[in-house]
């Protein structure tokens, strides 16, 4: 068995850009996360060890947006898709990461990156 999840509109403030404004100080990003995990044995124990513990997803994920400075937007997302390969267990995963504060016509931009595994 398996099962999709989700986690949206998770504040990050992240140094990326390649205006020299965009440089100077981190700016609002807004990050969602999907995936997809197999379920039976966490349905079985009822044990969050036995599943993706999405809380410690996201702050590892937050904690290494916060740590790291891109030019690119999508060189940011393949790294935080690659976190998320090497320590969680998902079979799917979908990305999408928002600038809020770019364009000033415009509500955001941003990427969407997913993969599957299984």
Known sequence: M?????????D???LVGIHDWE???PQPVLMDIEYEVESKRA????DVQDTLNYEAMV????TVAEHTQYQLIESLGHHLVSEVETHFPV???RIRLAKTSVIECAQACGIEIERRYD
């Open 2 to 10: 398996k099962y999709k999840g989700f986690v949206q509109g998770i």
């Open 12 to 14: 990050l403030n992240v």
């Open 23 to 25: 440089r100077k100080k």
């Open 43 to 46: 349905i079985q124990t009822d």
């Open 59 to 62: 702050n590892h994920l937050k």
């Open 91 to 93: 079979l799917w995963l």
